[in-house]
C-alpha cells in the first residue's frame, strides 16, 4: 500500500545535551578522537548509520537515549570535558600569537585588532566526507591547510562553494567502466550554519550576469576548529534556474558554466567577506592567498574597489598584488583554466566607457590584459594569478623549478632561476592522517603534546620492533577486512549474485606484503604502469612463499576518457580469476577510505611521469603510519627521498615516452623483487622483521617532521603572509605610495630603453698568462653604466659571474653588486676562490621598495 505523503520524525535534544550541537558544528571533531568517541558513546547504530556523522546521527537517537544520557553524569561529564577543551583551544594563544608581534593573545573573531588575517580561496575543501565539496588533492591540501592554521592560530577566513552535488561517486558496470552517480546534499545534514547579520537574516551578496541578471549568493559557514570557512551558494529562491544551478556540481558543466562559478568564487567571495566581516568582526583581511587560479577574478574585485575610491587602474593592481599570494598546483599547461577573451569580454561586460558592469569602475581592456596570452584570444587565469598576485609558490621545490620555466615569458629577460616564483611543499594534517594505533605510539614516544611543532621526531627511533609489528598488523587487518566489504559491495553493484561472491570474503592476505595505490585517475599518473609486463606482475602477486597485495583506489573525471580506460584495462586485470585474491580495485575513493587504505599499507606506490607531478600527498599519509615510499622522484619525494626511508624509482631520461615507461615499469618490478619483497619477508632469530621495521623508524624519524601540514602552514606564514602583509600595510599608512610607485614605474619604463651597460673592463687578471687569476686572488670589476636619467637609487647594477654550461650560458650565477666610483663608471672588488673557467657579465635591473623581486617588472640591461 502506497503512502499519501511522509513526514519526518525528529528526535529533539534534551537541554542537558544541547552542548553537543556545539561540538557537533565545529568540524575539530574530524581530527579529536574522544569527541568523536563522544558521539559514538551516545549511540553507536546512530553514529554508524548516519556515516559517523555528528550533526546527522543527533536527529538519529532515540528519545529515550537521549533522555537516558542527559540522566546520565558520566556521559555528561564527558561531554562537558570535551566542551571545555574547545572553549580552551578556540580562545588560547597559538603558535601565530606568540611568534607574530601584535597578533593579540587569541585569533577568535574581533580579538585580534591588526593582525595580518589572511583570506583563503579555493575551489575546494577536502575536511571530512560528511561535507562532500572536494574531488581529491587540491581539495584535501586545502582542508589541511585550514586544519593546521587553526591548529596554529593563524588568523584565516576561508572561502569556497557548497555544492547541491559536490563531485560524483564512483561506481563501475559490469566491464569495469566507470559511472558517475551525484548525490543531493541537503544542508540541513551538513556540518554548516546559515551567516547572519545583525537583522537575524542569512547574509547575502550578490553578482551581476550579463542582460543585469542579479545573482543572489546566500552565506553559509564550516567552523574548521578556529578557521571560518565561508561556502557560497546560489541555489536561492530569488535567482532563476540557471543562476541557481551555478553551484550545483565541482568541476561539472562547460566553459560557460565554469566562468560563472568562478565569477562567484572569486568576486561573490571577496562580497562575501566583505559582509561577513562587517556581521561578525573578524579581522578583515590584509592578504588574500588563491589556491590555484579559480578565484583569480578576486584580484579584479579588489582592483575595481581601489578604483571607486579614487585610485588609476595602475595603482590599484600594484596595491592588490601587494597583498596577494598565488599558489598554482600544476606543473603542465593542460591544467590550468584557459578561455575565450571574447567569454570574458561578454561577461565583465562593458558600458561605452569600457567599464564593467561586473565590477562597477574596473576598465574591461586593462583587466584582460592581465590575463590574455600572447596573440591575444585566450585568457590564461594562472597568468592573471600571476599578474595579480606579487608572491607565488609553487607546491615542492620540483614544482617551483618547473613553474619557473613554464611562465618564464611573464619575466623577459631573466634567467629561470630568478623566476619570482617559490616553493613551499605540501604538508598533511598529522591528527587527521594518523591511525589510532600509531597515535599512540607518537605519544608513548614523543609525550602527549602537539607532535606538529617538534622538529626533533628522534625518539620515534626507540619505538621497539614489537610496538611496531602489532601496530601494522593491526592496520594492515583493518584494511583487508575494509577491501573485501568493498569489493563485495562493487560486484553486487555491478550485477553479480551474491550467491556468486563467496571468494570475496576471502580475497587478500592480512600477513602479506601490502602495496597501496591511490590517485586521481589521469595518464601521467601512470595506474597502468604496473601492467607493462602482465605476466611479470603475475608471477609478483601469485608468489608462494612471498606473495604481494596491491590495493588500488581512484577516480578518473568524468571527461577525462583516456583515464577512464586507464581505470578499465586495471580492473579487468583485478577482475581475473587467478589474480584477483592478490590485486583488488576499491571504487568511490574518499577520506574515510583513504584513512584506512593509507594506514595499512606497508608500500606506497607513486609513479607518474617526472616532473608532471606537482607535488602528491597521499604517499606522505602514509610516511606517518609507517608506510615505506616507493615512488618516481618527482613532487615532495624529489627533495625528500632517502635510501634509508624509502626506494626511488630512476627515470629513464629518453625521448619516447613509450620506451620511457617501458624502462621504468623494468625499474619497478626490479625493485620490488629483489630489494622490496626480500626485505619484507625477512625475520631475524625473533620471528621479527628487524630490517624492515629500521627502515620504518628511519621513515618516522627523518621524513615524517618534513611532511606536516603545521611546517607547511609556518612557512607560508613566515615565507609569503607576513611579508605580504607587511607590502599591504605599507600602501594603507602612505596613501601615496600607490600612486609614487606607479609613477616611478612608468619612469622607469620610458627611461629604459637608453638604460645600458656600454664597457666593462676586469683588472687584476694576468694579461701575460692569457686573462689568468690565482685561485683565491681578486680582481675589480669596472662597467661604464647609461642610466638613462634614472637616478642611482632607481637600479641595481650586478656582476653575474659563474661556470659555464654546456649550452654557453652562466650556469648557478652569483651576483655582486658594483657601486658607483665616479660619474660614468662602477666598481667591485671581489675574490675568485673556484678554480676552473668563470664567465662574467654585468646587468643593470630597476629597484623599489615596493618590488619583492627584481624581476617582477621584467626589464634588464646586460653588457
Request: aromatic share 8%.
Amino acid at each position: 500500500m502506497k503512502p499519501i505523503s511522509t513526514i519526518t520524525v525528529s528526535s529533539q535534544l534534551p537541554a542537558a545535551l544541547e552542548p553537543l550541537r556545539e561540538l557537533a558544528f565545529n568540524l575539530r571533531w574530524t581530527w579529536r578522537r574522544q569527541c568523536l568517541d563522544l558521539f559514538r558513546s551516545l549511540d553507536p547504530e546512530a553514529f554508524a548509520a548516519s556515516g559517523e556523522n555528528p550533526i546527522g546521527m543527533l536527529s538519529r537517537v532515540p528519545a529515550g537515549r537521549l533522555a537516558e544520557a542527559a540522566r546520565d553524569e558520566s556521559f555528561l561529564a564527558k561531554m562537558r570535558s570535551e566542551v571545555g577543551d574547545l572553549r580552551t583551544y578556540l580562545d588560547s594563544g597559538r603558535w601565530f600569537q606568540r611568534t607574530v608581534p601584535g597578533s593579540g593573545s587569541g585569533s577568535a573573531p574581533g580579538s585580534a585588532a591588526g593582525t595580518p588575517a589572511v583570506a583563503y580561496f579555493s575551489m575546494e575543501f577536502g575536511i571530512t566526507p560528511t561535507l562532500p565539496i572536494y574531488s581529491g588533492g587540491l581539495g584535501i591540501l586545502a582542508g589541511d591547510h585550514l586544519k593546521s592554521a587553526s591548529d596554529l592560530g593563524v588568523p584565516v577566513v576561508a572561502v569556497g562553494l557548497l555544492y547541491q552535488w559536490g563531485y560524483f561517486s564512483q561506481s563501475l558496470d559490469r566491464s569495469g567502466w566507470q559511472q558517475e552517480n551525484y548525490r543531493l546534499n541537503d544542508p540541513d545534514q551538513l556540518p554548516v550554519q546559515p551567516v547572519r547579520g545583525a537583522d537575524g537574516q542569512q547574509l547575502r551578496v550578490a553578482v551581476t550576469l550579463p542582460g543585469d541578471r542579479e545573482v543572489a549568493i546566500a552565506l553559509w559557514q564550516a567552523s574548521v576548529g578556529r578557521a571560518p570557512l565561508l561556502l557560497l551558494d546560489t541555489n536561492v529562491e530569488v535567482n532563476d534556474d540557471e543562476a541557481r544551478q551555478i553551484t550545483d556540481r565541482l568541476y561539472g558543466g562547460d566553459h560557460e558554466h565554469r566562468i560563472v562559478q568562478e565569477i562567484v568564487l572569486g568576486i561573490g567571495g571577496v562580497r562575501a567577506v566583505d559582509a561577513y566581516v562587517a556581521a561578525t568582526g573578524f579581522p578583515a583581511p590584509s592578504v588574500f592567498h588563491l589556491n590555484e587560479g579559480h578565484a583569480g577574478f578576486s584580484g579584479l574585485e579588489r582592483v575595481g574597489r581601489l578604483m571607486q575610491s579614487g585610485a588609476g587602474f595602475a595603482e590599484a593592481v600594484s596595491e592588490v598584488r601587494a597583498g596577494t599570494v598565488f599558489t598554482t598546483h600544476t606543473p603542465v599547461p593542460a591544467g590550468i583554466d584557459r578561455f575565450e577573451a571574447g567569454q570574458l569580454r561578454h561577461y565583465l561586460g562593458a558600458d561605452e566607457n569600457g567599464i564593467s558592469h561586473l565590477i562597477p569602475s574596473l576598465p574591461v581592456e586593462a583587466a584582460l590584459a592581465l590575463g590574455i596570452e600572447e596573440g591575444g584570444d585566450i585568457f590564461n587565469m594562472a597568468q592573471l594569478g600571476f599578474r595579480t598576485s606579487q608572491r607565488a609558490n609553487g607546491v615542492a621545490e620540483l614544482h617551483g623549478a618547473v613553474s619557473r620555466a613554464m611562465f618564464q615569458d611573464l619575466y623577459p629577460g631573466f634567467d629561470v632561476p630568478e623566476i619570482p616564483i617559490g616553493s613551499v611543499t605540501n604538508g598533511v594534517h598529522r591528527r587527521t592522517w594518523t591511525s589510532a594505533p600509531m597515535d599512540d605510539l607518537f605519544k608513548k614516544a614523543l609525550g602527549d603534546v602537539d607532535v606538529s611543532s617538534l622538529s626533533d621526531w628522534s625518539a620515534l627511533a626507540t619505538l621497539t620492533d614489537h610496538e611496531l609489528t602489532e601496530a601494522r598488523d593491526t592496520l594492515r587487518a583493518d584494511l583487508v577486512d575494509m577491501a573485501r566489504t568493498h569489493v563485495k559491495d562493487s560486484w553486487l553493484s555491478r550485477g553479480a549474485d551474491e550467491a556468486e561472491l563467496a571468494w570475496t570474503d576471502h580475497i587478500l592476505d592480512p600477513g602479506a606484503l601490502t602495496i597501496g595505490f591511490a590517485r586521481r585517475v589521469s595518464t601521467y599518473k601512470r595506474l597502468t604502469l604496473m601492467l607493462s609486463d602482465p605476466e611479470r606482475l603475475r608471477r609478483i602477486l601469485l608468489n608462494p612463499e612471498r606473495p604481494v597485495q596491491i590495493i588500488i583506489a581512484g577516480k578518473s573525471h568524468p571527461a577525462d576518457r583516456p583515464g577512464k580506460e586507464f581505470l578499465q584495462q586495471l580492473v579487468r586485470f583485478a577482475d581475473d580469476h587467478g589474480v584477483r585474491h592478490r590485486i583488488v580495485f576499491l571504487p568511490d575513493y574518499d577520506i574515510r577510505m583513504a584513512s584506512v587504505l593509507i594506514a595499512g599499507s606497508d608500500v606506497w606506490l607513486n609513479n607518474p611521469i617526472r616532473p608532471e607531478e606537482a607535488s602528491g600527498t597521499s604517499g606522505m599519509k602514509a610516511v606517518l603510519n609507517g608506510g615505506l615510499t616507493f615512488s618516481i622522484s618527482d613532487g615532495w619525494w624529489d627533495e625528500m627521498k632517502d635510501d634509508e626511508a624509502g626506494w626511488t624509482i630512476p627515470t629513464a631520461h629518453v625521448p619516447e615516452q613509450s620506451e620511457r615507461d617501458r624502462l621504468e615499469a623494468e625499474a619497478l618490478y626490479e625493485i620490488l623483487e629483489s630489494r622490496i619483497v626480500p626485505l619484507f619477508y625477512e625475520r631475524d632469530a625473533r620471528g621479527m622483521q628487524h630490517g624492515w621495521l629500521t627502515k620504518i623508524r628511519s621513515s618516522l624519524v627523518t621524513i615524517a617532521p618534513q611532511i606536516t601540514a603545521a611546517r607547511m602552514v609556518r612557512d607560508y606564514v613566515t615565507d609569503l603572509y607576513l611579508p605580504a602583509a607587511r607590502a599591504a600595510s605599507a600602501f594603507v599608512a602612505d596613501p601615496t605610495l600607490a600612486g609614487s610607485f606607479t609613477s616611478w614605474k612608468a619612469d622607469v619604463q620610458e627611461a629604459w630603453p637608453k638604460v645600458s651597460v656600454t664597457d666593462v673592463a676586469l683588472e687584476g687578471a694576468r694579461e701575460d698568462e692569457g686573462g689568468v687569476v690565482a685561485t683565491g686572488g681578486e680582481v675589480t670589476l669596472l662597467a661604464d653604466i647609461e642610466l638613462g636619467g634614472l637616478r642611482d637609487e632607481d637600479v641595481v647594477v650586478e656582476a653575474v659571474l659563474g661556470s659555464i654550461g654546456p649550452d654557453g650560458e652562466i650556469a648557478e650565477p652569483q651576483l655582486i653588486p658594483l657601486q658607483r666610483a665616479d660619474d660614468r663608471r662602477w666598481a667591485a672588488r671581489f675574490a675568485l676562490t673556484v678554480p676552473g673557467d668563470v664567465g662574467y657579465t654585468v646587468r643593470v635591473t630597476p629597484q623599489h621598495p615596493v618590488l619583492s623581486s627584481r624581476a617582477e617588472l621584467g626589464l634588464v640591461a646586460t653588457a
